[in-house]
């Protein structure tokens, strides 16, 4: 049974509004949150049940994901979140510091981007923008980051999900993911490190679940994030949507019993065996693999 068969639609046109700064503060669980679980439980209490957590500051590389969305998704607000910041000002002289405290003051609200890194995200836009599939399918009318939310009926979660792109017809569901290799080998090991399976069936699911219409397909669109800026385009295929709505059940099982017990075990407290990871255990013929044979994430 997958997550969208065993829900009750909760949508409401003022969730569809919500900010993201409001929708990443919302409680409902969202796939962030199942990949902490899956981590171990006491991760997932200590970044969002812990009285005294601290939020953590986004990294750079997730202020540069985050300025590539706007750039490629919602280019029309654009100067209203993001300003670059001014060159040739030395912060050590009287003057400068004067020059940079009235920048300061007036980009208010905005994220500060140097030169550099502007630049690199205009380029990597223009790259999605030059692949013709890419091209195409944000030429399709659709809107970006909509935020679904429905209830998971086994366990009463409140779950959410907020697609990148998502088409007016409810057919295609859009990701844009920035990465180190857009080689399909690459993007591979991505969606296994990072758990892109289970975002492709979360958001087919909850997109079902809190609409009704169940998309066609879940899309990747893949930048690298070092020139060529080279992009590929993806879609999930059965095998993937189905792994993902496994763990995601599983994940969601688990959640749902830490939090009536109010119990979250983070590793093993026993001595554990530990061993070498497949990919360098000897062949069968008892040769070892090459440097090169080796994956690496």
């Known amino acids: 049974m997958t997550i969208a068969e065993d829900a009750v639609s909760s949508v409401s046109p003022d969730e569809d509004a919500l900010e993201n700064a409001d929708y990443h503060r919302h409680h409902a669980v969202s796939k962030s949150h199942l990949d902490l679980v899956a981590r171990s439980p006491l991760h997932y209490w200590a970044r969002y049940v812990d009285p005294n957590r601290i939020d953590p500051e986004p990294t750079p590389a997730m ?26 000002i030395d912060r050590r002289t009287k003057q400068g510091k004067a020059e940079w405290e009235a920048f300061t003051v007036a980009s208010t609200g ?24 890419a091209a195409m399918l944000l030429a399709m009318a659709g809107k970006a980051e909509t935020t679904w939310m429905w209830t998971d009926e086994t366990t009463g979660l409140e779950c959410k999900c907020r697609p990148d792109w998502l088409t007016d017809d409810h057919r295609l569901i859009v990701d844009l993911k920035t990465t180190e290799d857009a080689s399909p080998r690459g993007f591979q090991k991505s969606v296994a490190t990072w758990r892109y399976f289970v975002q492709s069936s979360w958001y087919l699911d909850g ?91």
Do not use: N
Not at 110 to 133: E, F, G, I, N, P
Not at 225 to 233: D, Q
Not at 274 to 297: A, H, K, N, V, Y
């Open 207 to 297: 997109v079902q679940a809190a609409s009704g219409t169940r998309p066609d397909q879940f899309i990747f669109i893949v930048v690298e994030k070092k020139p060529p800026y080279a992009v590929a385009v993806y879609a999930a295929d059965a095998d993937m949507i189905a792994a993902g709505a496994k763990q995601a059940r599983l994940d969601l099982d688990t959640l749902a019993v830490c939090k009536a017990a109010d119990a979250w075990p983070g590793y093993s407290d026993q001595i554990e065996t530990i061993s070498l990871p497949p990919w360098m255990r000897p062949r069968p013929d008892g040769s070892m693999p090459t440097i090169t044979e080796i994956e690496t994430f």
């Open 63 to 88: 202020l540069m994901g985050t300025a590539l969305h706007t750039h490629v998704l919602e280019l029309d607000q654009w100067d209203q979140r993001y300003v670059m910041a001014p060159e040739g």
């Open 110 to 133: 905005r994220t500060v981007l140097s030169k550099a890194d502007a630049d690199t995200v205009m380029r990597m836009a223009r790259s999605v923008y030059a692949h013709s599939a």
